[in-house]
């Protein structure tokens, strides 16, 4: 079985804005969502989002299905802000109290452990 990601590394902070639609003004509206425990890591990597395009990544944040709280579904968020026709995007504050973002998501990807439950996700920010 593997082992969460080291409690000492999921420092940082990260809000999710996932879209959620527009309002009467036909201003974007979104829902926040704080995940706390995360760990954020700078990243010049390229890789294909859910539209099949290639985008280079700025970072990639991991989420700990054990020790990041609360547990959110962050495939299930992916999913509605793309049923809304938008990015979700996302706002990391650092355990050296510096904000990044906000960032899009390119990606949301589940890992399984050896049993095949959740282990953590890598989301793709750039």
């Not at 709280?69 to 510096?98: F, I, R, S």
Request: a negative charge.
């Amino acid at each position: 079985m593997l082992t969460p990601i080291p409690r000492r590394i999921l420092r940082d902070t990260a809000v999710f804005h996932v879209p959620s639609g527009v309002d009467k003004y036909q201003k974007p509206t979104t829902s926040d969502t704080t995940v706390n425990n995360v760990h954020i890591q700078a990243s010049n990597e390229t890789r294909q989002n859910a539209q099949n395009v290639e985008v280079t990544l700025r970072a990639v944040l991991f989420v700990d299905a054990r020790h990041s709280k609360p547990h959110v579904d962050l495939w299930a968020l992916q999913e509605a802000a793309q049923a809304a026709g938008a990015v979700m995007t996302c706002t990391v504050t650092t355990k050296y109290n510096a904000t990044l973002g906000p960032l899009s998501v390119a990606m949301v990807e589940p890992l399984p452990d050896d049993e095949g439950n959740l282990h953590h996700y890598e989301i793709g920010l750039y």
